[in-house]
């Protein structure tokens, strides 16, 4: 029963730092849906009055496309783990202090507002109240009639 327990939680901790990877979709939550997406269409165009030679248009979308498919994939290769290593950092250090400074200290200004905010209440209780009241009950008496003249 132990042994069946360890391999369990042993699991878990595993499936918290290891996450299966989707090789397929890579953006998932499609947040790089508008961002990247530059075909040859969209860079290079002619005009009509204005073309270059057939070979020439072909050549150059070949051209284009490859060197973008290439390029990416050398300078992802290149600089890829380095910077996601950066990211990461960055991104830890960036919890690392909302853990460790940014709530507490929000916490801790959330108490000390209450004990203010219930010395004003008292004040605005023991002083604005009855004067509101007596304010009221002066007034209470009052009738408005309106009358339209022509």
């Not at 284009?64 to 290439?70: D, E, G, L, N, R």
Request: proline share 3%; glycine share 4%; aromatic share 12%.
């Amino acid at each position: 029963m132990a042994d069946q327990y360890n391999i369990n939680e042993e699991k878990i901790l595993k499936d918290r730092h290891a996450k299966e990877i989707d090789l397929i979709n890579r953006d998932p939550k499609q947040i790089n849906e508008d961002v990247v997406k530059v075909d040859f269409e969209d860079v290079i165009a002619e005009p009509d009055g204005t073309h270059s030679l057939d070979g020439v248009w072909k050549a150059s979308y070949t051209t284009f496309t490859v060197s973008k498919y290439w390029c990416y994939r050398v300078l992802s290769a290149i600089f890829g783990v380095p910077v996601a290593l950066l990211w990461g950092f960055c991104f830890a250090c960036i919890s690392f202090c909302h853990i460790w400074a940014v709530m507490p200290c929000i916490k801790s200004y959330l108490i000390e507002t209450q004990c203010l905010s219930r010395i004003y209440s008292l004040c605005i209780h023991t002083f604005c109240d009855p004067l509101f009241e007596a304010l009221g009950k002066i007034f209470s008496s009052v009738r408005v009639a309106l009358r339209k003249e022509v």
